[in-house]
């Protein structure tokens, strides 16, 4: 809602400054999106006569013009407007004005001397106008200041409105609301009913009164439709943004904004019999004012004469029955369509109108007959004419009910946290305009036809604190008794997780829940996903069930962006089919990362090679340092099938690690392998408790041992099964070679350990370290047919 502040004044008017009436309005509900300037900033511009305009003697198309400026006196100015003319009002700029964008001085054109500008609109900032000089009415008073005379010191002010707001649509909605806020007082128009001068009226018929339950209407003869729409009428219109386009569209429009009640005006001639208020027939159809023919629904209201459809119901009116130049004789309709009826009639038929707009939000029900007789005293002040009776038809069963609502006072205090008093809050419900009476303890409150949105006794609350003001309710400190939170050394939060991953070099992305099915079926192999009943987009139909679908798409954006080395992580939830779940799916919370591209950033100390497998091996097991990890052989429906395996904490599977598969490789386009992991959070939060190990005083013993095996020996199963039976002075068994060559058949592999013994009490002599030695070879020969190689 865009208003002019000047209009707003002119019925309220409250000691603060526009910038304090804007803050007002905001804290009290109604948000003020805008405030800006009706005019440009400009000074030194009055009102002038054109005395004479003489062509100049060394050019065609310039004037040489002699210009009375009133107490300025008069000045030679040479012009170049098509337009200037002797006699003509004008708005002129003195040397030494400051117009948008340039200085006016004292110039010689042409060889003559020009004391000054006459400008246009667009000169002076107000609108894009290129038809020659801005002309002012014969009466402008010549020699007054162009900004006082235009009331270009006003403010235009737009409201981000609520829907539950629709009684400050309008300017008296708007000062009633300032009123109530400063207790200033409220001016409003006054509006006496116009005496009818003949008789002549038409019948109204309420077909569906469920829509329509007040009509009034009456008709005006003998108006002049070409009579000009008064200047300071289409200024207030104009600055609250609609266009001025005729005397009696502009009155209906101005009574509108002012009153907040849309009216139509029909030209009486065009129409037959009596008005009714219906639905469509079958396959009837309207030409409307923005010259689009509908075929309205079924449930949509029209405004109907005996013959034919005249306008859509609170929507638009219909092209044959408007207002033209021809016009002589109106009927002018002024109705109450409840909000049901309205809402989204406009916008399935892809528009909007400011009557739509108001009437699916509310209009107060009692207003009609009002806006009628205001609109009707306009039209004749201003068209002239004679107007006959209001008809009014009504079916009050139908029309909104404003029920009592009971505010408790003790309900209020516990409510706001703050006692306001009896009195203060009896005046805050006065001042809204609310009647009531008071019972006991509490007030019996009847809101208002224009209030729509007060039902229960949190509503008459509400609007007592802010009318009170927000501000203006004490916000003491909380007093509490405060504690430390435990916080357990044998786990740690999320937050220290994303640490260490960021510290190794990798970049958190957080991704969409929603994914394409697509992905799920790629990457998961997941049939069955759980999806979604109302997705925001079609490729985001289902969630997932992994978060290595959302890495690969994040690597495929970056890929686009020629981003060679990528590393991102991610920690969030994944939504599995579950029946066992109350919501009928587990929501775990997992970690996953993504490498692709060089494994270090390009530098001259090392050679460049592409980040593999072993390189986020590395990276995983650091983070769950000082833990051990171990990993198996696994078949995973997004990871390559030689190069993937499950990561085993303690025997427990807890996550999947390896290469992407080939054929998403392809299918992403993506230009080397990325490997990526993806485990539970939870058993990265568990941390072990330090535990105190003895360090030995005395030396160790190191032995290399070369074992001959089968060539699908795992070398994880086959480095625990050694340390499972080795001695307790065992520290250490390390893999440091793997040889197939000579010496070595192809069916086999030769793997290299060290192992590093010490003991705590005592110098291990060779007989100690060969017993172990020996004691692994045999352990390895038994389980996995291993020979010790010479």
Wanted: charge should be negative; glycine fraction near 8%.
């Amino acid at each position: 809602m865009q208003f002019s502040e000047s209009w707003l004044r002119a019925l309220v008017n409250p000691p603060l400054s526009t910038a304090e009436l804007c803050h007002l309005l905001t804290m009290a509900g109604l948000e003020v999106e805008e405030c800006r300037p009706a005019g440009a900033d400009f000074s030194h511009v009055v009102v002038a006569r054109i005395l004479t305009a003489e062509k100049h003697p060394d050019a065609d198309k310039l004037k040489l013009c002699s210009v009375d400026t009133g107490e300025h006196g008069v000045l030679q100015i040479v012009c170049g407007a098509p337009n200037a003319a002797a006699g003509l009002i004008v708005p002129c700029a003195l040397v030494g004005a400051q117009l948008p964008g340039i200085e006016i001085k004292k110039v010689k054109v042409r060889g003559i001397e020009s004391f000054g500008m006459l400008c246009s609109a667009r000169e002076l900032g107000l609108y894009e106008d290129h038809g020659g000089l801005l002309t002012l009415p014969a009466d402008a008073p010549i020699g007054r200041n162009i900004r006082s005379y235009l009331n270009l010191d006003d403010y235009l002010i737009t409201l981000k409105l609520t829907p539950n707001r629709a009684d400050c649509l309008s300017l008296t909605g708007i000062a009633r609301e300032v009123a109530a806020l400063t207790g200033a007082p409220l001016t409003l128009p006054s509006i006496d009913p116009v005496a009818a001068v003949h008789d002549e009226a038409r019948g109204v018929v309420l077909d569906v009164p469920a829509a329509c339950p007040r009509y009034c209407g009456r008709i005006v003869r003998g108006v002049n439709s070409k009579a000009a729409t008064p200047d300071w009428m289409k200024q207030r219109i104009e600055r609250c943004g609609v266009r001025y386009i005729s005397a009696l569209v502009d009155v209906t429009n101005y009574v509108m904004l002012e009153l907040g009640q849309p009216l139509h005006a029909f030209d009486d001639a065009e129409l037959s019999g009596a008005i009714h208020v219906r639905y469509p027939n079958a396959g009837e159809q309207l030409l409307l004012l923005n010259e689009q023919t509908v075929t309205p629904r079924v449930d949509t209201a029209l405004i109907a004469d005996e013959a034919k459809p005249l306008a859509m119901a609170g929507i638009m009116g219909g092209e044959h029955s408007g207002i033209s130049d021809a016009t002589t004789d109106l009927f002018l309709e002024s109705a109450f369509f409840t909000p049901d009826a309205i809402a989204g009639k406009a916008r399935a038929l892809g528009f909007s109108s400011d009557a739509s707009y108001r009437y699916e939000r509310g209009v107060d029900f009692e207003l009609q007959r009002r806006a009628l007789e205001r609109a009707t005293q306009l039209i004749i002040d201003i068209c002239g004419g004679q107007p006959g009776p209001v008809v009014e038809t009504v079916a009050p069963e139908h029309l909104p009910e404003r029920a009592p609502v009971r505010l408790r006072l003790p309900r209020v205090a516990r409510v706001l946290g703050i006692e306001l008093g009896f009195a203060r809050i009896e005046k805050l419900v006065a001042g809204m305009g609310f009647a009531y009476v008071r019972e006991n303890d509490a007030l019996v409150v009847t809101p208002p036809s224009w209030r729509f949105d007060i039902e229960i006794e949190e509503d008459l609350i509400e609007e007592i604190v802010r009318l009170h003001g927000y501000d203006n309710i004490p916000a003491p400190p909380p007093t509490a008794r405060c504690e430390m939170l435990p916080l357990p050394e044998a786990s740690r939060g999320p937050m220290a997780v994303r640490h260490l991953l960021a510290e190794r070099g990798f970049h958190e992305v957080v991704n969409y829940s929603f994914v394409a099915a697509e992905w799920e079926a790629d990457f998961c192999a997941n049939a069955n996903p759980v999806r979604l009943a109302n997705p925001i987009a079609s490729q985001m139909g289902v969630m997932r069930s992994s978060l290595i679908g959302g890495l690969v798409g994040t690597l495929v954006s970056n890929l686009k962006r020629q981003a060679e080395r990528v590393r991102v992580f991610e920690v969030g939830r994944c939504f599995i089919n579950d029946a066992a779940q109350d919501t009928g799916y587990d929501q775990p919370l997992r970690v996953a990362a993504l490498i692709s591209g060089p494994a270090q950033p390009e530098q001259w100390g090392l050679l460049m090679r592409t980040a593999d497998f072993y390189d986020l091996k590395g990276d995983l097991e650091a983070l769950f340092a000082p833990r051990s990890l171990s990993f198996a052989r696994v078949t995973h429906p997004a990871l390559h099938p030689g190069r993937a395996a499950c990561v085993l904490l303690y025997g427990r599977e807890i996550g999947v690690i390896g290469e992407i598969h080939p054929r998403w490789q392809q299918q992403y386009e993506l230009a080397v392998a990325a490997v990526v992991f993806e485990v539970e959070l939870a058993a990265l939060l568990a941390t072990p408790m330090p535990a105190y190990r003895e360090v030995s005083r005395f030396p160790a013993v190191v032995r290399d041992i070369a074992l001959v095996v089968p060539q699908q020996t795992e070398v994880r199963r086959l480095q625990d099964a050694l340390q499972e039976v080795a001695p307790g002075y065992v520290r250490a068994i390390r893999l440091f070679d793997v040889y197939q060559g000579k010496g070595v058949t192809p069916e086999s592999k030769s793997l290299a350990f060290r192992v590093v013994m010490q003991d705590t009490e005592k110098t291990l002599a060779d007989n100690d370290a060969d017993a172990a030695i020996a004691k692994l070879v045999q352990t390895a020969a038994e389980r996995f047919g291993a020979q010790l190689r010479k």
